[in-house]
């Protein structure tokens, strides 16, 4: 962003925002871009990668991200209470949420919906109203967060009820 401030492209950004133009296109993103020196785009990239790696590290490893260490909750499998599997935890969990959230940018906003909201907004319900305090993601995934502690990481016992 810094690097962005200071190019000389930055009023280009300015004029555009004043004029109420809240979506780029293609040829603007890259009119901004190339103003922007290489190695800060190299160093970008790597920081983004860097960071999206280790949270799904961490997720796989402990069953968190670091929002989620500094909040100390864990996301674990209902079934086994141990760290989710793979799949439900980044694909079912992450990635399939985070394409609902986002439906409207692939065209639904020309239905007057924005349906990524309408998802959002089921979510937050769910999870207010639900007993068991499970969102959209949580149920589709068979998880649940948990306060968290050192034990979680390996399998639990399960209690009767």
């Known amino acids: 962003f810094i690097s962005l401030y200071n190019s000389p492209n930055f009023d280009k950004l300015l004029k555009w925002a004043e004029a109420g133009q809240t979506r ?11 103003a922007l020196p290489e190695h800060i785009l190299l160093l970008t990239n790597i920081l983004v990668w860097g960071l999206m790696i280790a949270q799904v590290l961490l997720l796989m490893r402990r069953g968190q991200t670091i929002g989620k260490m500094i909040m100390g909750i864990r996301i674990l499998d209902r079934q086994s209470n141990a760290i989710p599997r793979f799949f439900n935890l980044i694909i079912m969990r992450g990635l399939f949420t985070t394409l609902a959230y986002s ?3 692939f065209g639904l906003v020309a239905l007057a919906i924005d349906f990524g909201l309408v998802v959002l907004v089921v979510d937050l319900v769910m999870m207010l109203t639900s007993k068991e305090r499970l969102s959209l993601h949580d149920k589709i995934a068979k998880t649940y967060v948990v306060r968290a502690d050192d034990t979680q990481t390996t399998p639990l016992a399960l209690k009767p009820d």
Not at 24 to 34: C, D, G, H
């Open 24 to 34: 780029l296109t293609s040829a603007q993103q890259m009119e901004l871009m190339s």
């Open 103 to 105: 439906l409207s940018i």
